[in-house]
């Protein structure tokens, strides 16, 4: 008697996150990224998973590839051939698309539609519009339309539904897990290919936790990930920590926003310590917010634990403008006692700066850089514009009162003007952004920074490489740093469909000049950067420096430039919105302006952002 045996079958399951266009239509690409995506790190493992699982079947074989564009070029037609040649088995993934990257998603999607190949797109943009508008937004009932499948919500415990939908051709419109956030303790944790960290200089991200309690309008991680703390365990952060050892990472993206407010951070600290103590060595950068330092033995441990650096929530210092983003938890008493906790430690801090807050006028916004530059002991200062991100309580209200918003999504990549400001035309509004960066980075400031760092021990030629990846990466490669990488890559063939045609040979000569010239430029910023803090480390009395943000007093005596709210917003009464529909001196495009009667003029009591009580209430299935 003879068994048949069953034939074994690939299937493809090719993850993609996608990157970016730049204003002349190129992909934002690099030979290798500063910053890895944990979101493609998570669906790499969950997929990975089910195919060590076997969970389609024993005779399936799940082939899983991820790809990263920030560093990779996607190869679209191997993929394609890849899928096609095995009779059209296999499916694209389209992960951690963030607003920005969803026209480039888009564009993907259609090549591999057109194929015939079956694709799933996920990530805050449709998991944030899923959660906070009455309905889905054209461009992702236009995704609908062509066969892609929207996930919203997190995929632990979910991937495998996914892929046997896929596997037997039942993908659904839409699968909303938002109502229904997974526990992270004894999930499968992220991971990536040795390939794909290498191309991200072995920076490697994880999630230790996620959600925040706090209910800062323009943030979209509580109507997506929710407010309350979710973790993972000690154990769980130790295998991660030496499954990436294991492929050569030691430095670590904790990607938590506000790992102050992970439950579970006491735990993780202690053994990341007892890791450490039995000689494992590695790094960690750290997101929390300006209060942290009042949770007994959160800085203490963090540094003991390998904490090198520490992006902090400091987002403004005009009080008004705080109070109008909701983000009652900061309290600018209190800056200069969380920064000292951190130096004390050694710790480089980075920090957001938003502009284009209510209050905010070119005038303000360079009065609160110089008094941070006298006042806050900071190192690295990035700016962002404020941008109304869907999934945000910002971004619904304006959706509801049909204000102007950009059309283009391409660009809510906080780096450019998106929305109308009340007291700022465009113009302004942009110019200002270029000038903070400027203005902060100026070089008698980065040598007061780098004189600090040498006074307190944090580390000169850590915060002067710091200061070249974030103000060199702005003022010579043109990006913001969290988008950066070394070396661009601009590839002809994958501009944005509808960019005007460009010459073959005028590309390359252009393309080889501007690499030279960034190159030249860079590398000369790089030699008097370096001049510069080996002069302070020679300067004997380099290691008594001091001045008013290194001093123990409180901020009480300081006098803060913001205007009186009276004074700062004639006309305006506290509670105004943090977008206004007043012109602004823009032309008023905004074609439902006329649906609804014009808006010029209007100015709303922003009842959310503005000091409404309730947090915005996702709207999950
Ligand atoms: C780490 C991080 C980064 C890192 C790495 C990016 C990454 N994705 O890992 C870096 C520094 C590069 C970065 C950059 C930027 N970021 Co960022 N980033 C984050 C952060 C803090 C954590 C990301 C993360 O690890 N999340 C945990 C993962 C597991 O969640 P997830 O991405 O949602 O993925 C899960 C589900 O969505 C789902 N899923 C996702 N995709 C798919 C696909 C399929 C097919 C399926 C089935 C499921 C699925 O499953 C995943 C696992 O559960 C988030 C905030 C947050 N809490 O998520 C902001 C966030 C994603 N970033 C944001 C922004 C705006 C930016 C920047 C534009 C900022 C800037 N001005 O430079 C740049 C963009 C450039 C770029 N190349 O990415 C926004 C996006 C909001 C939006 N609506 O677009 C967020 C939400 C923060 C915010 N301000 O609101 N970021
Ligand atoms: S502190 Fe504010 S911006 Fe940061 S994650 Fe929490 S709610 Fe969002």
């Known amino acids: 008697m003879t068994h048949d045996t069953p034939r074994r079958e690939n299937y493809y399951v090719e993850i993609i996150k996608p990157s970016h266009?730049?204003?002349?239509?190129?992909?934002?690409?690099?030979?290798?990224?500063?910053?890895?995506?944990?979101?493609?790190?998570?669906?790499?493992?969950?997929?990975?998973?089910?195919?060590?699982?076997?969970?389609?079947?024993?005779?399936?074989?799940?082939?899983?590839?991820?790809?990263?564009?920030?560093?990779?070029?996607?190869?679209?037609?191997?993929?394609?051939?890849?899928?096609?040649?095995?009779?059209?088995?296999?499916?694209?993934?389209?992960?951690?698309?963030?607003?920005?990257?969803?026209?480039?998603?888009?564009?993907?999607?259609?090549?591999?539609?057109?194929?015939?190949?079956?694709?799933?797109?996920?990530?805050f943009h449709v998991s944030g519009c899923v959660a906070m508008l009455a309905e889905l937004p054209s461009e992702l009932r236009d995704l609908q339309a062509l066969g892609v499948a929207l996930f919203a919500g997190e995929a632990e415990g979910r991937m495998e539904g996914l892929l046997a939908d896929a596997y037997r051709d039942r993908l659904q419109p839409l699968y909303n897990y938002l109502g229904d956030r997974p526990e992270l303790q004894g999930q499968v944790g992220p991971r990536l290919p040795r390939k794909v960290v290498a191309r991200g200089m072995f920076f490697a991200p994880f999630d230790a936790g996620r959600g925040c309690p706090f209910e800062c309008s323009f943030c979209t991680i509580i109507n997506v990930q929710g407010r309350k703390s979710r973790w993972r365990t000690a154990d769980d952060v130790e295998r991660l920590v030496r499954a990436n050892q294991a492929q050569g990472a030691r430095r670590f993206f904790i990607t938590d926003d506000n790992f102050a407010r992970n439950q579970n951070w006491e735990a993780i600290f202690d053994r990341l310590i007892a890791l450490r103590e039995q000689g494992l060595h590695f790094r960690f950068t750290l997101q929390v917010d300006m209060m942290c330092h009042k949770i007994p033995g959160f800085v203490e441990k963090a540094a003991r634990a390998g904490c090198n650096r520490v992006f902090l929530g400091l987002e403004n210092i005009n009080p008004a403008n705080l109070a109008a983003a909701g983000k009652r938890q900061n309290r600018i008493g209190e800056y200069r006692a969380t920064l000292r906790a951190w130096r004390s430690r050694r710790v480089?801090?980075?920090?957001?700066?938003?502009?284009?807050?209510?209050?905010?006028?070119?005038?303000?916004?360079?009065?609160?850089?110089?008094?941070?530059?006298?006042?806050?002991?900071?190192?690295?200062?990035?700016?962002?514009?404020?941008?109304?991100?869907?999934?945000?309580?910002?971004?619904?209200?304006?959706?509801?009162r049909g204000?102007?918003?950009?059309?283009?999504?391409?660009?809510?990549?906080?780096?450019?003007?998106?929305?109308?400001?009340?007291?700022?035309?465009?113009?302004?509004?942009?110019?200002?952004?270029?000038?903070?960066?400027?203005?902060?980075?100026?070089?008698?400031?980065?040598?007061?920074?780098?004189?600090?760092?040498?006074a307190l021990g944090a580390g000169a030629s850590h915060v002067a490489s710091a200061i070249m990846a974030y103000y060199g990466s702005y003022r010579f490669a043109g990006v913001h740093p969290l988008q950066a990488g070394?070396?661009?890559?601009?590839?002809?063939?994958?501009?944005?469909?509808?960019?005007?045609?460009?010459?073959?040979?005028?590309?390359?000569?252009?393309?080889?000049?501007?690499?030279?010239?960034?190159?030249?430029?860079?590398?000369?910023?790089?030699?008097?950067?370096?001049?510069?803090?080996?002069?302070?480390?020679?300067?004997?009395?380099?290691?008594?420096?001091?001045?008013?943000?290194?001093?123990?007093?409180?901020?009480?005596?300081?006098?803060?430039?913001?205007?009186?709210?009276?004074?700062?917003?004639?006309?305006?009464?506290?509670?105004?919105?943090?977008?206004?529909?007043?012109?602004?001196?823009?032309?008023?495009?905004?074609?439902?302006?006329?649906?609804?009667?014009?808006?010029?003029?209007?100015?709303?009591?922003?009842?959310?952002?503005?000091?409404?009580?309730?947090?915005p209430v996702a709207k999950a299935a």
């Open 486 to 615: 070394l070396l661009r890559r601009k590839v002809r063939g994958t501009r944005r469909p509808g960019s005007p045609p460009d010459n073959p040979l005028l590309f390359y000569v252009r393309r080889a000049w501007q690499s030279l010239s960034a190159g030249v430029r860079q590398g000369m910023y790089w030699l008097w950067l370096d001049r510069l803090r080996k002069r302070i480390h020679r300067d004997p009395s380099s290691q008594a420096y001091t001045d008013a943000a290194l001093s123990d007093d409180d901020l009480n005596g300081v006098a803060w430039s913001w205007e009186p709210a009276s004074a700062a917003s004639p006309g305006r009464q506290p509670g105004d919105g943090v977008y206004s529909s007043q012109d602004g001196g823009y032309p008023n495009t905004d074609p439902r302006a006329d649906a609804r009667g014009s808006t010029a003029g209007f100015s709303w009591n922003h009842a959310s952002s503005l000091g409404d009580e309730r947090p």
């Open 348 to 400: 480089v801090i980075c920090a957001g700066y938003i502009l284009g807050f209510p209050s905010d006028t070119p005038e303000a916004i360079r009065r609160d850089i110089q008094t941070i530059q006298r006042e806050l002991p900071v190192d690295i200062l990035e700016f962002f514009f404020l941008t109304p991100l869907p999934g945000s309580a910002d971004h619904q209200r304006m959706v509801d």
């Open 403 to 454: 204000q102007w918003m950009e059309p283009d999504l391409n660009r809510y990549d906080a780096e450019h003007v998106t929305t109308r400001h009340p007291r700022m035309s465009r113009q302004e509004w942009a110019d200002v952004y270029d000038r903070a960066w400027h203005l902060y980075y100026s070089p008698q400031h980065v040598e007061t920074l780098l004189r600090r760092a040498r």
């Open 21 to 123: 266009y730049d204003d002349d239509g190129y992909i934002i690409q690099w030979h290798w990224a500063f910053a890895p995506s944990n979101s493609l790190a998570c669906l790499y493992a969950l997929a990975s998973d089910v195919a060590e699982r076997r969970a389609l079947g024993e005779n399936v074989e799940l082939v899983v590839n991820a790809y990263d564009e920030s560093h990779a070029v996607i190869p679209v037609g191997k993929i394609i051939r890849r899928i096609l040649s095995g009779g059209g088995r296999g499916i694209v993934l389209l992960a951690g698309v963030q607003t920005n990257q969803l026209p480039r998603a888009a564009d993907l999607a259609r090549e591999f539609r057109a194929a015939g190949i079956p694709v799933a797109i996920g990530g």
